[in-house]
């Protein structure tokens, strides 16, 4: 029997379009409850009196907006752009100077914006000539998650250009403690009591759903989160462990300011979510082999390693290599051999993994049998040895395992030049 059989309603519902499930019930609930919506525009809004508001409504997926709230006050037409990211990250879009606000239109064509930079600067007139008769208009930004540790901005955002980031990011306890407890409207009461269920944890009087704790974050924690449980718990831990991510990064900025390190979180890897945490540092392969790769041009690879789980008891900690983009077709059929061989070594040479991390190293990776064993690529370029029976206690456990792979790679570094090792390995020799 299917494991959705369980689901409730709103559950089974939303299951394989959360952001867009969501972003449809909430919009519907706003034009259900004036209650409500007014509650809500008092508290992200903060008007000098509500009462003044007038034509207040709500619209879903409208304009490419997740939810779009339009209202009147005085002599001022107010549309506040939600921006829904209850599960998907940011995409990012390559602008178009025709579509921008004038004072904007020197931007550079196919310039990469995030989702939330490129709404700011759009050209709205085709919005607000749908929704108000001429009056000044007035426009706010929020940036909707599951829920916040913090007050700081959450949408990723390019702080080299010229516009300041004007999202406010808002949780899911907005929304919720904005709904009359009882309306009188069955579905409207359901959906309350599953956004309750969802998103609020023991303390609903504060914003701030999720504590970062140290004892917060473990294997333990993982496993529970990657079975059944509330999206406020699954995010939590997201947000656990973006602070870790964090801390890596201050770390190496202080710790090892020279060295090109890059720290990553990403979140639904694989097919069933989890987690992936990782820190590399790259170079640039100049003359690829033929022999070997289907591409001509430079290639960037990175080394370094990761944590990943997306099932139950099956975190692995990786020591790795690959190339940045990670692209599918990279390494020719013909040339896997020779890739392998550059990369894990044979009897006769050491690869670029062994090399880099070191037998001391590399000992943590064997099993039970002190054997070895050397991951080979499948479709695209990542190699990688593992350690075995990977576990961790707390935020400061893995933080300290992270830093302490950190200092041996910048050992290894300081001996073995990354970019001459790639030239050595994989370059065309012709």
């Not at 990723?156 to 990011?169: I, V």
């Not at 062994?354 to 099993?367: A, N, P, Y």
Request: glycine share 4%; proline share 2%; hydrophobic share 35%.
């Amino acid at each position: 029997m299917s494991k959705l059989k369980d689901l409730n309603f709103f559950e089974s519902v939303a299951h394989h379009n959360l952001e867009r499930f969501h972003s449809e019930c909430i919009s519907w609930a706003f034009n259900a409850s004036e209650k409500m919506l007014l509650n809500f525009i008092e508290k992200v809004a903060n008007p000098d009196n509500i009462l003044n508001i007038t034509d207040a409504e709500v619209h879903c997926e409208r304009h490419n907006t997740d939810i779009l709230v339009s209202y009147k006050m005085c002599e001022t037409h107010h549309f506040i752009h939600i921006e829904n990211k209850i599960k998907a990250n940011e995409h990012f879009i390559a602008v178009n100077p025709k579509k921008v606000e004038e004072k904007y239109s020197d931007i550079a064509k196919n310039t990469k914006l995030s989702q939330t930079q490129f709404y700011l600067i759009r050209n709205k007139a085709e919005i607000e000539q749908e929704f108000n008769a001429g009056e000044k208009v007035k426009w706010q930004y929020l940036f909707l998650v599951p829920a916040v540790s913090d007050e700081k901005q959450k949408n990723m955002w390019d702080h080299n250009r010229e516009e300041k980031n004007l999202w406010r990011t808002i949780s899911y306890w907005h929304i919720v403690t904005s709904m009359p407890v009882s309306s009188g409207n069955k579905i409207f009461d359901d959906y309350r009591d599953y956004l309750l269920s969802q998103f609020l944890g023991e303390n609903q009087s504060t914003p701030y759903q999720v504590i970062i704790r140290d004892e917060s974050i473990s294997t333990d924690k993982i496993n529970e989160s990657l079975g059944r449980n509330t999206i406020l718990k699954k995010y939590g831990l997201r947000l656990h462990f973006e602070a870790v991510a964090d801390e890596l990064r201050n770390f190496v900025e202080k710790a090892h300011p020279n060295e090109p390190f890059e720290v990553r979180f990403l979140t639904d890897t694989g097919n069933n979510g989890g987690f992936l945490l990782e820190v590399f540092t790259t170079a640039s392969l100049q003359n690829p082999n033929p022999k070997i790769f289907n591409s001509k041009k430079p290639i960037d690879f990175r080394i370094g390693f990761q944590f990943e789980q997306n099932k139950t008891d099956k975190g692995k900690f990786k020591l790795y290599f690959a190339d940045v983009v990670y692209k599918t077709g990279l390494i020719k059929e013909a040339g896997k051999e020779e890739y392998h061989n550059a990369v894990g070594g044979t009897k006769d040479s050491i690869g670029i993994l062994r090399t880099i991390f070191g037998e001391e190293t590399l000992d943590k990776c064997r099993d039970k049998n002190n054997k070895l064993k050397f991951n080979k690529s499948t479709s695209k370029s990542f190699c990688s040895y593992l350690i075995n029976n990977f576990s961790f206690t707390n935020k400061t456990d893995l933080e300290s395992i992270f830093k302490s792979e950190i200092k041996t790679l910048v050992n290894s570094l300081s001996q073995h030049n990354f970019k001459d090792l790639l030239n050595d390995k994989l370059k065309n020799n012709n």
